[in-house]
C-alpha cells in the first residue's frame, strides 16, 4: 500500500531538521518506491516541497551535487533523475515499510465505513496514529479500546442479547448479592459496574460469544494490561500485529 508523503513526514524521526540534500534523497526515494516513478525531474521534488509547506532549496544544485558525489548517488538522463542502486537500498533500509506493516495499516485504515459508532471512530483514529508512528505500545491499547467498546455496543444495541447478559449477572455473582443485583440500563452501567474481565465471562456464560472467542478476548485484554501498565518490558510491530489483526477481523468485523 502506497505511503503519503505526510505519514512519511510524520514517521521520519529528524524530519524536520535534515538538511536539504538528505531531505531531497527522502522525496526521490517516496517518488521511487511510493509513486512508482522510475525517474524524477526537478519539479517533482518541488511538489514534495510545496505538498508539506516547506521552503524550497535549490533543487537542482542538490541534484548536481548527489550526481558529482563519489560514490554518485543519483545518475542524470537530460533533465530526469534516479537515485542509484546502492542510495536506495540504503534508504529502503531506514525508511522502507515492511509488507506486514503495510497489511496491518490497510486493515486499519480500510476500516472507517465499517465503523459506524462515533466513539470507535475515534479509537479507530488513534490506533491508526499510533501504528503509523510506531508507537506500538499505544497502539495496542486504543485497538483494545475500539474492539471491547464495539462489543459492549453490540450487546447493548440487541435487546435479546442484552436481555441474555443481563440474565447471566445474577447467576455468576450469587455469592456477591450487591453485584448480582446489577442491571445493564445503559452503556455507562458497564464501565459503573463490572471489570472487563467479568463483562468476557458473562458474554460466556450468556452463551454470546464462543470459546475461542473468549480465549482471544482474555488474551488480549492481558496483552492491553502489560502494554498500558509502566515496565520495562519493549513492545515491538509484530505484538501490536497479532493484537490488531485478531481484534479487528475477529470481534470488530465478526461481530455485527
Given at each position: 500500500?502506497?505511503?503519503e508523503l505526510s505519514?512519511?513526514?510524520?514517521?521520519?524521526?529528524?524530519?524536520?531538521?535534515m538538511?536539504?540534500?538528505?531531505?531531497i534523497?527522502?522525496?526521490?526515494?517516496w517518488l521511487?518506491?511510493?509513486q512508482?516513478?522510475?525517474?524524477?525531474k526537478?519539479g517533482?521534488?518541488?511538489?514534495?516541497?510545496?505538498?508539506?509547506?516547506l521552503?524550497v532549496?535549490n533543487?537542482?544544485?542538490y541534484?548536481?551535487?548527489?550526481t558529482?558525489?563519489?560514490p554518485?548517488k543519483?545518475?542524470?538522463k537530460?533533465?530526469?533523475?534516479?537515485?542509484?542502486r546502492?542510495?536506495r537500498?540504503?534508504?529502503?533500509?531506514?525508511?522502507g515499510i515492511?509488507?506486514?506493516i503495510?497489511?496491518?495499516s490497510?486493515?486499519?485504515t480500510d476500516?472507517?465505513?465499517?465503523?459506524?459508532d462515533?466513539?470507535?471512530k475515534?479509537?479507530?483514529r488513534?490506533?491508526?496514529?499510533?501504528?503509523?508512528v510506531?508507537?506500538y505500545r499505544a497502539?495496542?491499547?486504543?485497538?483494545w479500546?475500539l474492539?471491547?467498546?464495539h462489543?459492549?455496543?453490540?450487546?447493548f444495541k440487541?435487546?435479546?442479547?442484552l436481555?441474555?447478559f443481563?440474565a447471566?449477572?445474577p447467576?455468576?455473582?450469587?455469592k456477591?448479592?450487591?453485584k448480582a443485583?446489577?442491571v445493564?440500563?445503559?452503556y455507562?452501567?458497564?464501565?459503573d459496574?463490572m471489570?472487563?474481565?467479568e463483562?468476557i465471562?458473562?458474554?460466556?456464560?450468556?452463551?454470546?460469544?464462543?470459546?475461542n472467542?473468549?480465549?482471544?478476548l482474555?488474551?488480549k485484554?492481558?496483552?492491553?494490561?502489560?502494554?498500558?501498565?509502566?515496565?520495562?518490558?519493549?513492545?515491538?510491530?509484530?505484538?501490536?500485529d497479532?493484537?490488531?489483526t485478531?481484534?479487528v477481523?475477529?470481534?470488530?468485523?465478526?461481530?455485527?
Open positions: 500500500m502506497p505511503m505519514d512519511l513526514a510524520s514517521q521520519v524521526t529528524g524530519f524536520d531538521g538538511a536539504p540534500g538528505e531531505r534523497r527522502l522525496f526521490a526515494w521511487h518506491t511510493h512508482k516513478l522510475a525517474t524524477f526537478t517533482d521534488i518541488r511538489g514534495c516541497y510545496e505538498q508539506l509547506h521552503p532549496p533543487i537542482a544544485m541534484l548536481t551535487r548527489m558529482e558525489t563519489k554518485a543519483a545518475l542524470r537530460g533533465d530526469a533523475y534516479n537515485l542509484t546502492e542510495a537500498t540504503d534508504l529502503d533500509a531506514k525508511y515492511h509488507p506486514t503495510q497489511a496491518v490497510k486493515l486499519l476500516l472507517p465505513d465499517k465503523v459506524p462515533i466513539a470507535e475515534v479509537f479507530l488513534e490506533a491508526i496514529d499510533c501504528y503509523r510506531r508507537a497502539c495496542i491499547v486504543m485497538t479500546n474492539a471491547f467498546d462489543l459492549l455496543n453490540w450487546i440487541d435487546a435479546t442479547r436481555a441474555a443481563n447471566a449477572i447467576v455468576k455473582f450469587q456477591t448479592p450487591k443485583a446489577i445493564i440500563n445503559r455507562d452501567d458497564f464501565a459496574e471489570k472487563e474481565f463483562i465471562e458473562l458474554c460466556k456464560n450468556a452463551n454470546l460469544l464462543n470459546d472467542l473468549v480465549r482471544t482474555k488474551e485484554l492481558g496483552k492491553r494490561n502489560t502494554a498500558a501498565h509502566p515496565s520495562t518490558m519493549v513492545v515491538v510491530q509484530s505484538q501490536a497479532d493484537v490488531v485478531d481484534l477481523n475477529n470481534v470488530v468485523l465478526a461481530l455485527t
